[in-house]
């Protein structure tokens, strides 16, 4: 279909076929919704990751079939869009940025290597994959048609800033570790990655491996925003450490984002996203070791729940909030979906969206993020424009940082 157009924006799904490597046996079918500038001159792309699974259609794939068949259309992957729930488009307007997400066939079951469930580093790898595709093919499943493409092509840079719910969180810290650390951590890890996409209607049609692509056509992490980031270890996974770790070399925004009442990513998590306790090893202690220059800063929104980003309710997240499930705040009201803590992440996309120059990564040192004006916004009780207070830290600060 044409992209839906309302007022300046075009709103478009994409879906295409991907091998992680060429010589991998396994093929992942790729959904990608797609919020894009009509001026098709986007400054650069918010990729997020969402964190629970959607469910798979499972006449899918006869559908998509027949629909290849008999016309251009193509059935949707999932019966329900992640955009649904983290609709924070109205925060990437006033830069002229992009917002896209990307959801896959994973089977849902936890003992499966290729379930969305946290600790799996493919998931990463598949939002890099889908950002490296839109900066060099726009908004088309054609890929092989390159004056479509041209068509549909709406990004002035390859700029990124990854992002992510919840296990969605710890799969954005993956995909902005970049390529060359994707490749190489994977080689290490078992999750080999020199990813193909293919064209799987009646003919396939495949591109080049990712690594021929140009640097220019590959995404390029500016920045990592986590909301309640949860890994798992687990032998088929292996977690995301090794790309924690590398994350903390890195010199981009790095912002997490946990609730004072989250037991899903204050507890569950393995290891825990945040602890106020020093001798805890935590997913921000990996990021951000004592005594590094590692750019990674921390802020605790006061009676911040699991759920309480979602733009819209979903009963297999609420699971993570209900009492029975979470002892934490058992006197305190828990933000609930569509609420002031969704109010509160949509402007906080947009301060940091806004500390960007036009077509340009952050520009500045570590002591400019950390003196920017998102962070200044954020380090507030309550944050100018929200409805929401932060938890302040031992050292009288709302944001902390090593």
Same mark, same amino acid.
């Given at each position: 279909m044409e992209p839906i157009i309302i007022n300046d924006y075009c709103f478009k799904r994409v879906y295409f076929w991907m091998?992680?490597?060429? @010589?991998?046996?396994n093929f992942t079918e790729i959904a990608i919704d797609v919020y894009y500038p009509k001026d098709r001159q986007a400054n650069g792309l918010v990729m997020f990751?969402?964190?629970f699974m959607i469910g798979p259609d499972l006449f899918y794939l006869p559908q998509r079939l027949l629909a290849g068949f008999f016309n251009k259309e193509q059935a949707p992957l999932f019966g329900n869009y992640p955009s649904y729930y983290y609709n924070y488009t109205s925060a990437i307007v006033e830069k002229n940025w992009a917002m896209a997400f990307a959801t896959s066939t994973h089977k849902q079951n936890e003992f499966t290597p290729t379930t969305d469930f946290g600790g799996n580093p493919r998931v990463g790898q598949e939002a890099f994959m889908a950002a490296s595709y839109l900066t060099c093919f726009g908004a088309t499943s054609t890929f092989y048609n390159a004056s479509r493409s041209k068509q549909f092509q709406f990004m002035k840079s390859n700029n990124v800033i990854f992002a992510g719910h919840s296990v969605g969180g710890a799969h954005a810290q993956v995909a902005a570790t970049g390529f060359d650390n994707l490749q190489e951590i994977g080689k290490n890890t078992g999750k080999r990655f020199d990813p193909v996409v293919y064209d799987r209607i009646v003919l396939p049609r495949v591109t080049e491996k990712l690594s021929t692509w140009g640097e220019d056509s590959r995404a390029n992490p500016v920045g990592l925003v986590q909301l309640?980031?949860?890994?798992m270890k687990n032998p088929l996974f292996g977690g995301m450490e090794?790309?924690?770790?590398?994350?903390?070399? =890195?010199?981009?925004?790095?912002?997490? =984002?946990v609730g004072e009442c989250d037991c899903a990513c204050l507890d569950s998590s393995q290891p825990p996203a945040w602890s106020s306790d020093s001798a805890v090893t935590t997913e921000y202690s990996q990021m951000a070791p004592a005594g590094s220059e590692a750019w990674a800063v921390v802020a605790n929104v006061e009676n911040g729940s699991h759920c309480g980003y979602l733009t819209e309710p979903n009963a297999f997240c609420s699971t993570a909030d209900n009492d029975s499930n979470c002892t934490r705040c058992k006197d305190?009201?828990?933000?609930?979906p569509v609420g002031k803590e969704s109010d509160f992440?949509?402007?906080?996309?947009? @301060?940091? =969206?806004g500390i960007y120059p036009a077509n340009s990564g952050f520009t500045g040192t570590r002591k400019d993020w950390l003196d920017s004006s998102c962070l200044k916004w954020l380090n507030k009780q309550n944050p =100018?424009?929200?409805?929401?207070?932060?938890?302040?830290?031992?050292?009288?600060?709302?944001?902390?940082?090593?």
């Open positions: 091998q992680y490597t060429p @010589e991998d046996l990751n969402h964190g309640s980031p949860v890994d090794p790309y924690r770790t590398e994350l903390a070399k =890195i010199p981009v925004p790095n912002l997490m =984002i305190k009201k828990k933000y609930k992440t949509a402007k906080l996309f947009k @301060e940091f =969206i =100018i424009g929200t409805s929401i207070n932060l938890v302040k830290f031992s050292g009288g600060e709302y944001v902390y940082h090593v």
